[in-house]
Structure formats: C-alpha cells, structure tokens
C-alpha cells in the first residue's frame, strides 16, 4: 500500500525553524505534484508549498515566501519543507499530499488523490 509519511514537527519558539519530511513508502513512483498543506485549528486547510516538474518548479504561498523551501530528493523519493523564522501563526498540522494532474489550481486540495497523515507545528510566543 503506498503512503506518504510525514516527520519532522515538534513545538519551537518563534524565530526558530523545523525541516519537514515526506517519504513516500510502499512504491518507487514519484508523483509529478508534491506539496505542502496546513490546516490551523478551526481553519480549512490551505496550500503552503508545492514542487513539480521535475523539481524544477515551485510555488508558495505568500504568507510563507522567503521563510520557508520546498526541495525534493528524487533519488529517495522524500520531499521536505524548510521552514525557518517561524511565526505563532504557522502553527498548524502540517500534511503532504501528491497527484500527478492538476486540472484547476495546485493549491486546491481536492486536486491531490494521495495524503500523509499530518505532523504538527506549533510555534509559541
């Protein structure tokens, strides 16, 4: 059975940083869309990052442009999220999702047929 596992969340002070993991288990198949979502207490789930083409192309969200990275280890089929000056409002459970079709918008999570379970980031004062 393939499955996306995530790894890496913990609590941190603001300012601090986390590297997410995602590694996909069960299958060598790399999917052509990789991604980052979150969803806050309460909140829907949102995009945060995504990573396709290759690896050659990525997108982020914009409350996170210049804090966090996406990157992708194709030889290990493992994608992480570098997320550094945290902030309280990152605090979220964090999950990876994958699909090789986006008909609308990557940052829709309809669009992905594939999720991890969640790891969650909380991020204090």
């Known amino acids: 059975q393939v499955q996306l596992v995530e790894s890496g969340g913990g609590s941190v002070q603001a300012g601090g940083s986390l590297r997410l993991s995602c590694a996909v288990s069960?299958?060598?198949?790399?999917?052509?869309?990789m991604a980052w979502f979150r969803q806050p207490p309460g909140k829907e789930r949102e995009a945060v990052a995504a990573?396709?083409?290759?690896?050659?192309?990525?997108y982020y969200a914009d409350s996170v442009k210049g804090r966090f990275t996406i990157s992708r280890d194709n030889a290990q089929n493992i994608v992480y999220l570098q997320m550094n000056s945290l902030k309280p409002e990152d605090t979220a459970m964090y999950y990876c999702?994958?699909?090789?079709?986006?008909?609308?918008?990557?940052?829709?999570?309809?669009?992905?047929?594939?999720w991890g379970q969640g790891t969650q980031v909380t991020v204090s004062e």
């Open positions: 069960g299958s060598t198949y790399s999917w052509y869309y």
């Open positions: 990573i396709y083409n290759g690896g050659t192309s990525t």
């Open positions: 999702a994958a699909t090789n079709r986006i008909r609308y918008s990557l940052r829709r999570p309809d669009e992905y047929n594939l």
